[in-house]
């Protein structure tokens, strides 16, 4: 396998598998991430990100293969991104290449994440793309580490 990773516009099709990659178990603790029903799933995916032309919304792909999603939007005056492998893409490199692809398109800084304490190769990824730890944020009881990009990384 070469894991050649790329990224491409989301297709409607491509939601169930995000759907299915949301409700894996491992991935539900990683991330302390309530997975979402169906119908609220697909409601929040065709109208708040696909449907709102401020977010900047990918499917990646290794070898063709659907492996996962990269979204940046604006909440509250701030940009953010967030991300999503599919349990099987995991621990080969493809988060770093499909981060790095993504980082190259979405121009907006300062960008956020804010992934849960506990996921630390989400917060290594982060890092070793120049993301920067600001401070810890509560989402009900779960800890989460906010981290910025600057326009400038050091």
Do not use: C
């Not at 293969?65 to 953010?80: I, K, P, Q, S, T």
């Amino acid at each position: 396998m070469s894991d050649q990773v790329r990224l491409r516009d989301v297709e409607p099709v491509d939601l169930e598998e995000f759907f299915s990659q949301e409700h894996d178990p491992e991935a539900i603790q990683r991330s302390k991430f309530p997975p979402r029903k169906r119908e609220t799933f697909m409601t929040h995916w065709t109208t708040k990100v696909l449907g709102d032309p401020t977010n900047f919304v990918q499917a990646i792909t290794v070898d063709g293969e659907l492996a996962g999603n990269a979204v940046a939007w604006w909440d509250d005056g701030r940009r953010f991104i967030g991300y999503w492998l599919g349990r099987q893409y995991w621990g080969r490199g493809i988060g770093t290449r499909a981060l790095a692809l993504f980082l190259e398109r979405e121009k907006a800084r300062p960008l956020h994440a804010d992934p849960f304490v506990g996921n630390t190769g989400s917060v290594r990824l982060l890092e070793k793309h120049g993301f920067r730890r600001t401070e810890t944020v509560w989402y009900g009881e779960h800890e989460h580490i906010m981290l910025v990009l600057d326009e400038n990384p050091v």
